[in-house]
Nanobody, 121 residues
Framework: VQLQASGGGLVQPGGSLRLSCAASGRTFSSYAMGWFRQAPEKQREFVAAITWKGGVTNYAGSMEGRFTISRDTARNTLYLQMNNLKAEDTAVYYC???????????????WGQGTLVTVSS
């Protein structure tokens, strides 16, 4: 299984970015996929997750309303739309795939390499 995250970059506060995660190597219909992030000198934290087949979503409380997770099953691609970005959203964002729609890292078996998002004026 390979997960390739992309779409990070430099954005001003209040701006938007859409991250993508291209998945390959297996059928993901029984999986959930999620986004996590790790800010400098902080532990990695859960952002959002979605079940691949039914599209049921799960968000960290602080990000719900600004971030939207979605997937394109035909393209095997996961997305994270991030709006109204703040400096504290600066982090490396990782996509992951696992058997459960969960906020816990241990529930995910496969991880992408991460894409850096920097929110700064």
């Amino acid at each position: 299984v390979q997960l390739q995250a992309s779409g990070g970059g430099l954005v001003q506060p209040g701006g938007s970015l859409r991250l993508s995660c291209a998945a390959s190597g297996r059928t993901f219909s029984s999986y959930a996929m999620g986004w996590f992030r790790q800010a400098p000198e902080k532990q990695r934290e859960f952002v959002a997750a979605i079940t691949w087949k039914g599209g049921v979503t799960n968000y960290a409380g602080s990000m719900e309303g600004r971030f939207t997770i979605s997937r394109d099953t035909a393209r095997n691609t996961l997305y994270l739309q991030m709006n109204n970005l703040k400096a504290e959203d600066t982090a490396v964002y990782y996509c992951a795939a696992g058997g459960l729609n969960s906020a816990y890292e241990a529930m995910y078996d496969y991880w992408g390499q991460g894409t850096l998002v920097t929110v700064s004026s």
